[in-house]
């Protein structure tokens, strides 16, 4: 989305109507500054002239030689007037130039910022419309069926149910996608990174174990300690691990891979399921994106919320998450956290 050129011309003029008055400002002290040195400068030279032709016996009248001072003091004022404004012109087209391309710069992120949110409303009015359309259909094909049997009723007011429920979970994950950073960084606190992992497994384990998973743990284990909020750390790595399990194959293994150097620590997730194609991999990370059909068959649908809460959260702890992925060959999910303490 692109804002009107409005904006940017009116930064533009405020931006330069504050370089020009500054610049007119010092102009006019520069003028009568000047001015006064050299009246003060020529005054002084016209008495000199003046006693030395009393000396040698001149009678030049005083009145002409200070005649004379003033036509210079004019013509000095007139030069350093003409050379005042050149040079505000100069400033003025230069100011002009950079003023546009400062104010390009400045409204940039509020335009990155609108268009983001456009999106994300667009997206979550499409996604919140989907459920409602079908229980409104539902509910009108119900309403003229006259002798509607009690069956039918509770299948109507079951399928109901399921909508309520995506539309509870879809609130839910619009709500973990704009919390507050700041409000969720006050309950930090020191977490080792081993622990928040298991934590994580153990919520989808039962998952696991229903398609054959196994999971392996390597690397570092223990002492790896970061500063961050543990519920939201918890979801980041349960959303990856369930991300992980839906695109594997039953009977495959999930590998999580925990290491350090000196100032951060890395945890890595690597599934052997069916891979993100490298067309899909730039966006994976984007609200409401999902891959194409062939990534999502016999996927139960999601709204493509999770891996953009997890980007969320690694991001509100200072990290990054990034992604390796080939098709057929799975999948590499990488978190890397600043370290708070590494072991002796």
């Known amino acids: 989305m692109k804002l009107h050129k409005s904006p940017y011309l009116r930064l533009t003029l405020f931006y330069v109507l504050i370089v020009m008055t500054i610049s007119m400002l010092f102009s006019f002290v520069i003028f009568n500054l000047s ?49 005042l404004i050149y040079w505000n012109l100069i400033i003025l087209i230069l100011s002009s130039f950079l003023s546009y391309f400062l104010a390009k710069s400045s409204m940039r992120p509020i335009e990155d910022a609108l268009y ?33 049997h009690l069956d039918d009723a509770k299948k109507l ?5 399921e909508e309520i429920g995506k ?3 879809l609130s839910n994950a619009l709500l973990k996608v704009a919390r507050s950073r700041e409000a969720a960084k006050a309950s930090f606190t020191k977490i080792a990174i081993s622990n928040i992992v ?3 497994y153990e919520k989808i384990e039962s998952l696991a174990k229903k398609k054959s998973i196994h999971f392996t743990f390597k690397g570092q284990a223990k002492d790896l300690f970061v500063h961050g909020d543990t519920p939201s750390l918890n979801e980041l790595f349960v959303i990856l691990f369930d991300n992980a399990i839906k695109y594997s194959d039953e009977k495959s293994k999930v590998d999580i891979y925990l290491s350090a150097d000196k ?12 891979g993100i194609k490298a067309g899909d991999v730039p966006y994976i990370f984007n609200r409401f994106y999902r891959a194409d059909n062939s990534r999502v068959r016999n996927v139960p649908g999601g709204y493509g ?40």
Do not use: Y
Request: charged share 25%; with cysteine; aromatic share 4%.
């Open 263 to 274: 100032k951060h620590a890395v945890v890595s997730v690597k599934d052997h399921g069916v």
């Open 157 to 161: 007011l079951q399928s109901n149910l």
């Open 116 to 148: 983001s949110q456009n999106c994300f409303t667009a997206d979550a009015s499409h996604e919140l419309r989907t459920p409602l359309t079908a229980m409104k259909t539902e509910v009108e094909v119900a309403l003229r069926d006259k002798d509607i």
């Open 167 to 169: 539309l509870e979970s």
């Open 198 to 200: 298991l934590e994580a």
């Open 305 to 344: 919320l999770g891996l953009s809460i997890a980007r969320n959260i690694a991001e509100m702890h200072d990290g990054i998450i990034t992604i390796e992925s080939q098709p057929g060959h799975g999948s590499e999910f990488r978190v890397t956290f600043p370290l708070l303490h590494l072991p002796k």
């Open 35 to 83: 001015s006064k040195e050299l009246d003060s400068g020529l005054g002084r030279q016209s008495r000199v002239i003046w006693n030395i032709g009393q000396n040698n016996g001149m009678m030049t009248p005083f009145s002409d030689i200070d005649q004379i001072r003033q036509n210079q003091l004019s013509e000095s004022e007139d030069n350093l007037r003409d050379n």
